[in-house]
């Protein structure tokens, strides 16, 4: 679908999958002014195919433009593109267990004009491509580094909005948190640099002393979907769940009195991943011998049931399609 500053949105299209034409100058290539969105269709165990909050995803997207000054698309045409389109290639999906169609829907300024200006042109175009399992072999902890020397995000910026600036600030980081042998970032505010945001595509979650706790969304951090979830199904079991800010001497102090219980990231690609170990500076901290808690266990089998349709929602989450 593309958008112009006369038509609005106009002509919405289902094309073959094919390489796009831009001119070098679009807005997109040197400024930066596009956003995204990640969800999955997954094969339900009734037969159908299930979407997972979509609506989710279109309201975040559209806080997303907002920011990125790109125009909003109407929720309703937004979630029947991702529909339609996925009506059109659920075959796609793997039969095996656990596998599932990833949907990218993006929008992108795509005026060819290379002053420093709000696009007047942009396309929205969603891709699919199958997935397979996260965990081929079951749940595994994944290890973290605390992100010392770089930020991701500073309050006033662009940290909660779904866009690439925010990816490409955190590739350095990624590459070295690899080279120490650590597969996921942990960022820390970026005025103070003392207070825990997220990971590189996930919100982070910590069990202390029987209680749930989480960053507090401040601006600068991704408004997960499945943190929200994650929340809401906390709550309904009982915990007692505080979203707030979170120092890492905090964690460090909860670490050293033996009271870190769990720790796991949420999002869309591995729904629930529990962390082993997180490096801070010189220090290591195991997380239950680096084990899996258990109600990160349970939240992982809960969020995928109930993608999967193995488990009913009783919250409607679901959105079918036939
Ligand atoms: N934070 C960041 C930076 C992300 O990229 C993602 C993945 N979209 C998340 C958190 C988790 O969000 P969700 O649960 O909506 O996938």
Redesign the pocket.
């Known amino acids: 679908m593309d958008y112009d500053e006369e038509k609005g949105w106009y002509d919405p299209r289902i094309v073959p999958y094919a390489d796009l034409t831009l001119s070098p100058a679009a807005t997109i290539f040197h400024y930066g002014q596009g956003v995204f ?3 999955k269709a997954y094969n339900s165990e009734n037969g159908n195919v299930n979407l997972f909050r979509p609506d ?2 279109a309201k ?1 997207s559209n806080r997303s433009s907002d920011r990125l000054c790109i125009p909003e698309i109407p929720e309703e045409d937004y979630i029947q593109a991702i529909e339609q389109l996925v009506a059109l290639d659920k075959d796609w999906i793997p039969s095996e267990p656990d596998h599932s169609l990833y949907i990218r829907p993006f929008i992108i300024g795509t005026d060819p004009f290379l002053g420093l200006k709000t696009s007047r042109y942009y396309q929205f175009i969603i891709i699919l491509s199958p997935v397979g399992p996260y965990y081929p072999e079951g749940l595994d902890p994944v290890s973290i580094w605390i992100e010392d020397d770089y930020v ?1 995000a500073v309050r006033g910026g662009i940290g909660e909005a ?1 866009t690439g600036g ?2 490409a600030a ?1 590739i350095l980081s990624q590459v070295k948190a690899h080279d120490e042998g650590y597969s996921q970032v942990l960022w820390l505010d970026g005025v103070e640099r003392k207070y825990i945001e ?6 982070i979650f910590f069990k202390i002393g029987g209680k749930v706790v989480t960053p507090k969304l401040n601006g600068s ?9 994650v929340i809401q199904l906390c709550k309904e079991w009982g915990y007692e769940v505080e979203e707030k800010r979170i120092s890492i001497d905090e964690i460090y102090e909860a670490h050293k009195a033996g009271i870190l219980e769990e720790v796991w990231g ?4 591995a729904v629930i991943s529990p962390v082993g170990k997180l490096r801070w500076g010189d220090e290591i901290m195991q997380v239950k011998d680096g084990g899996i808690g258990e109600l990160s266990h349970k939240l992982y089998d809960t969020v995928s049931g109930i993608q999967l349709g193995k488990i009913e929602d009783t919250h409607g989450w679901i959105v079918e399609i036939k």
Do not use: C, F
């Open positions: 969105e990640g969800l989710m995803n975040r991701r779904k925010n990816y955190s997220e990971v590189g595509a996930m919100n951090i991704l408004p997960g979907i499945t943190r929200d979830s949420t999002g869309t690609a």
